[in-house]
C-alpha cells in the first residue's frame, strides 16, 4: 500500500479490516470441514451486521465520508475551503472528523 501512495492514516484501518475479515472466513471454513452447519451461523452473522449498521447508521456514514475524503483527497491540510456559509482553512484530516479554523 505504501507503494501506491495510500494515505498513511488509512494503511493501520485497511490492514485491520481485511485481518478481521479472513480471520472471520477461516473460522467460517474451518466450520464448515468439521461438520458444523454454517448456514445458520453466517445468517446470524448478517442479522447482527445489520442490526449494528442501523444502530450505528449516523456513525458509520460521517467514518465513511472521512475514508473518501481521505482516498479522493478533494481538499488537503492548508486548503481554504467554505462549507455551509463559513470559511475555513484544513488543519487536519482525520478518518472520523476534519478540522477546520474558522475566520
Same mark, same amino acid.
Request: hydrophobic share 55%; no cysteine; aromatic share 10%.
Given at each position: 500500500?505504501e507503494?501506491t *501512495?495510500?494515505? #498513511? #492514516?488509512l494503511i493501520?484501518f485497511?490492514s485491520?479490516?481485511v %485481518?478481521? /475479515?479472513? *480471520?472471520?472466513?477461516? =473460522?467460517?471454513?474451518?466450520?464448515?470441514?468439521?461438520?458444523?452447519? #454454517? #448456514?445458520?451461523?453466517?445468517?446470524?452473522l $448478517?442479522?447482527?451486521? &445489520?442490526?449494528? %449498521?442501523?444502530? &450505528?447508521?449516523g456513525s458509520?456514514?460521517?467514518f !465513511?465520508?472521512g475514508v &473518501? /475524503?481521505?482516498? =479522493?483527497k478533494?481538499? *488537503? !491540510? $492548508?486548503?481554504?475551503?467554505?462549507s455551509?456559509?463559513?470559511? $475555513?482553512? !484544513? *488543519?487536519?484530516v482525520?478518518?472520523?472528523?476534519?478540522?477546520t479554523? =474558522?475566520?
Amino acid at each position: 500500500m505504501e507503494r501506491t *501512495k495510500v494515505d #498513511t #492514516t488509512l494503511i493501520p484501518f485497511i490492514s485491520s479490516l481485511v %485481518g478481521w /475479515i479472513l *480471520k472471520i472466513l477461516l =473460522f467460517i471454513s474451518v466450520a464448515s470441514m468439521i461438520g458444523i452447519a #454454517t #448456514t445458520s451461523f453466517i445468517a446470524v452473522l $448478517g442479522a447482527a451486521g &445489520l442490526a449494528i %449498521g442501523l444502530a &450505528l447508521q449516523g456513525s458509520l456514514a460521517n467514518f !465513511v465520508g472521512g475514508v &473518501l /475524503i481521505m482516498i =479522493f483527497k478533494p481538499y *488537503k !491540510v $492548508g486548503d481554504l475551503i467554505e462549507s455551509q456559509g463559513h470559511l $475555513g482553512v !484544513v *488543519k487536519e484530516v482525520q478518518i472520523f472528523n476534519y478540522h477546520t479554523h =474558522f475566520t
